[in-house]
């Protein structure tokens, strides 16, 4: 069973940055030492879960929703088995629960790698405060 931890919320003023990390533990069905497509995802009260960012097993391709492009970048480091998000120039509207998750494969598809259900694995989240 894989687990997902997050951490590196808070609460920041518009304009600071935050970093995120989402640290993996646990044995998949891949292999204890895989790595597959990682992101973040984040929910604001009353609205949907949406994808921020993702980055591939390698490292060498990530996506980006086009609201965080220039102000957030993913990252991971393998031998640490843990994944980042280093959020820059933070605006109010980037207010919400942050969560990791691990995707079965090992690429991300261009194409759906913002959907929910592309992802088997779940952390229980941070909390991401930005005021104005």
């Known amino acids: 069973q894989v687990q997902l931890m997050e951490s590196g919320g808070g609460s920041v003023q518009a304009g600071g940055s935050l970093r995120l990390s989402c640290r993996t533990s646990?044995?998949?069905?891949?292999?204890?030492?895989?790595?597959?497509?990682m992101g973040w995802f984040r929910q604001a009260p009353g609205k949907e879960r949406e994808g921020v960012a993702v980055i591939s097993g390698s490292g060498a391709s990530t996506y980006y929703a086009d609201s965080v492009k220039g102000r957030f970048t993913i990252s991971r480091d393998k031998p640490k088995n843990t994944v980042y998000l280093q959020m820059d120039s933070l605006k109010p509207e980037d207010t919400g629960l942050y969560y990791c998750?691990?995707?079965?494969?090992?690429?991300?598809?261009?194409?759906?790698?913002?959907?929910?259900?592309?992802?088997?694995?779940w952390g229980q989240g941070t909390q991401v405060t930005v005021a104005s």
């Open positions: 998750a691990r995707a079965g494969t090992y690429s991300c598809s261009s194409g759906s790698w913002s959907m929910p259900t592309m992802y088997n694995y």
């Open positions: 646990g044995r998949t069905s891949e292999g204890a030492n895989s790595f597959n497509c």
